[in-house]
């Protein structure tokens, strides 16, 4: 107490509960620190995790017990442990700003112990066989040149949607990452992506990717024509055939019917970019080279989403050592 009034601070209020917090620090401070589709994330984890559990907590009387049991209770619920890390790094942002407001003296939450990296798993993957006869199915198609993309780069659904034609260069074979479209409560909108501008990045296209896009090109020309004045430029390689962009959700839908077509079951667009992961990585395309053309901030978001492949490289790096010098 002496250390706070030491430093100009107003004496705690004993009586203020989390919830309070949360919903200070949500509406002052969270639409200042992240994208708003985060931000729309974070606020369904305030609403629906913490809230419920420890909103009509004091804040000065929570303790690490009562985090630790809510990470616990979380996990017992069936959450992923992506998601439990999730709602634990929301609440360590919440009371990091508490202390530095003078409101408590120390951060309890960041004395808990999250869900183990090891558990966490993003998604399924195509296989190569699966990926083909996808790629087959998607020939002719209006959207092949997106979905094709998507497979090929990585890039995740939103990025792709937003991609404008003025961050393509077809004669390089390169796309400029910059932008996501995606849908928020208020409608769809554009934004600088899941990572801001740490996301940011220039992927090179392979050469059927290259073929697919210059064969949309021309298709959305013609569809230009066909619209007349019914036609609105938002400049995106991808849109409706009148210039608007794709509605997110109508797509999830869509590529479902064509995976099903394509006889591989039903999938979701964000598992391509676990997809192409997991190719190139099976591939022998180096950790450090995909995590740049996925966007990660850093190589270990890479390896602990797609550790399980990178045990199999190592079983084949012992292999080939074994070959080498003792057969």
Known sequence: ??????????????????GQVLDRWSKDNLPLRVSPSTAANYESVI???LKPTLGQKRLRKLQPDDVQALIR???????????????????IQVLDHAVRQGQVVRNVASLTDGPRLEQIRD?????????????????????????????ATGMRPGEAFGLPWKNVDL??????????????????VMSQGKTGKKGWRTIQLPAPVITALLDHQSRQ???????????????LVFCTPIGTPLDPDNHRKIFATVTKRAGIGKWHPHELRHSATSIMLAQ???????????????????????????????????QAMASALWD
């Open 284 to 318: 022998g395309v180096p950790i450090e080279v995909v995590s740049k053309i996925l966007g990660h901030t850093s190589i270990r978001i890479t390896a602990d989403v797609y550790g399980h492949i990178l045990d199999q490289q190592h079983e084949a790096a012992a």
């Open 73 to 91: 209770a979380k996990l017992d619920d069936g959450l992923s442990p992506r998601t439990v890390r999730l709602i634990r790094g929301v609440l």
């Open 1 to 18: 107490m002496q250390r706070i009034i030491d430093d100009g601070l107003p004496p705690p209020d004993d009586q203020i509960t989390v």
């Open 123 to 151: 998604g399924r993957s195509l296989t190569v066989e699966q990926a083909r006869k996808l790629l087959n199915t998607l020939h002719g198609e209006r959207l092949e040149a997106l979905y094709v993309l998507m497979l």
């Open 171 to 188: 004669k390089k074979g390169q796309v400029l990452v910059r932008q996501a479209l995606t849908r928020q409560p208020g409608g769809i």
């Open 47 to 49: 609403t629906h995790h």
């Open 221 to 235: 020309g013609k569809e230009r024509v066909a619209a007349g004045d019914a036609w609105e430029d938002h400049e």
